[in-house]
């Protein structure tokens, strides 16, 4: 399950340092699927994978209570997403690449922060 949280973790330190020097490449991807099904259900997939992976690996890990609470947070937030039906889907993510202009770098530092952290408490 390491392997699972690590590959995470380094996809996203990646994908903060790409929205730190040009996020138009990660943000032109999102927009020109924002409406596509897979988009939605790779959301609520990705996020119920990690979440499971986050939740069994906590105990192994430098930081068991965060990664258990990130675990949670990650399954209710796929809940979620896989509640609110694709039209609201749609919406939400429309409305978060809105703000990418004015916040997307600083979106991408917070992503660097995090994925870096996973990388961390799982080696």
Do not use: C, Q
Not at 79 to 101: D, E, H, P, Q, Y
Request: proline share 2%.
């Amino acid at each position: 399950m390491n392997y699972v949280i690590l590959i995470f973790g380094v996809l996203t330190l990646v994908a903060g340092v790409i929205i730190l020097i040009k996020p138009e490449i990660i943000f032109g991807i999102l927009r020109s699927n924002v409406d596509s099904l897979s988009l939605h259900v790779l959301a609520v997939v990705v996020r119920i994978i990690l979440g499971v992976a986050l939740i069994v690996y906590a105990g192994e890990s430098k930081y068991p209570i965060i990664l258990e609470v990130l675990g949670w947070i990650s399954l209710v937030a796929a809940v979620v997403l896989g509640v609110i039906g694709r039209s609201n889907f749609t919406r939400l993510m429309k409305w978060a690449l809105s703000l990418g202009s004015s916040y997307g770098r600083v979106g991408g530092f917070i992503a660097v922060l995090f994925g870096g952290v996973l990388v961390y408490a799982v080696l």
